[in-house]
């Protein structure tokens, strides 16, 4: 994704998360690539974003199995809601994707907010 791409998807994120965003990336299978985090973040994320991108990069791994077993089509997000963010997991193919947080407390409207995340893969 391009720098303009990058700033147009998280000006469109933070119109509907506004202050709850937490972290904008985007990933390929050797890596990622982290364009936005909320001050403050920067050692939580330095610890974390390692093992998150491993887990992004195996969740590949099983798509297949989950499209079959839900025989519903594409798997286009997942999403995981903890006590302290929800974190949105876009995948595009070949074990890349884009991942964006926010906190829990963020009132998105799931569709239109996973729809215009996944405009930008």
Do not use: K
């Not at 920067?42 to 989950?66: F, K, N, P, S, W």
């Not at 947080?101 to 405009?119: E, H, I, M, T």
């Amino acid at each position: 994704m391009e720098g303009e791409q990058r700033d147009a998807l998280v000006a469109d994120v933070r119109e509907t998360a506004g202050d709850a965003l937490r972290c904008v990336a985007e990933y390929d299978q050797t890596g990622y690539d982290v364009f936005y985090e909320r001050d403050g973040l920067e050692t939580r994320l330095e610890r974390l974003a390692e093992d998150i991108h491993a887990d992004l990069v195996l969740q590949e791994v099983g798509r297949e199995h989950l499209e079959d077993l839900f025989d519903a089509g594409s798997l286009r997000c997942s999403m995981y809601r903890f006590d302290d963010l929800t974190a949105f997991h876009f995948l595009a193919s070949d074990y890349t994707g884009l991942f964006v947080s926010v906190d829990s407390d963020a009132d998105v409207p799931l569709c239109s907010f996973a729809d215009a995340c996944r405009g930008y893969l």
